[in-house]
């Protein structure tokens, strides 16, 4: 990321300790390396999102030349991810088919009187 080697890291330190003395150095080292944990974790953050984007993008495209080519002899790339965009939506709907059991019951329950 960053070209730093150790003498310029050890110089860093000592303005640090100079500049803050050695009450505060302590805290001030914590809240940068929390700062760059948040940068890094941002940055990742970020690039996953991108990459899924990306990839909802691959699949949309693929899907509209599956549909021009009426769903018949496609390739195996394209194949594929109709097969992916197939499975997503059997889970997204499984869900609601899962309450639909669920809330109707199999069999009706007596009354006792």
């Not at 009426?70 to 059997?90: G, T, Y």
Request: aromatic letters at 6%.
């Amino acid at each position: 990321m960053f070209d730093i080697g150790f003498w310029e890291l050890l110089l860093i330190m000592i303005i640090g300790l100079v500049v803050l003395g050695p009450e505060r150095l302590p805290t001030a080292i914590r809240t940068v390396r929390n700062w760059v944990r948040n940068v890094k974790s941002f940055s990742q953050n970020v690039q996953s999102e991108i990459k899924e984007e990306l990839r909802v993008h691959e699949l949309h495209e693929n899907l509209k030349k599956a549909e021009q080519a009426n769903m018949e002899n496609l390739s195996p790339e394209i194949a594929q991810s109709v097969a992916e965009l197939k499975e997503a939506a059997d889970m997204v709907n499984r869900p609601y088919a899962d309450k639909k059991q669920n809330s109707s019951p199999s069999q009706p329950t007596e009354k006792q009187e």
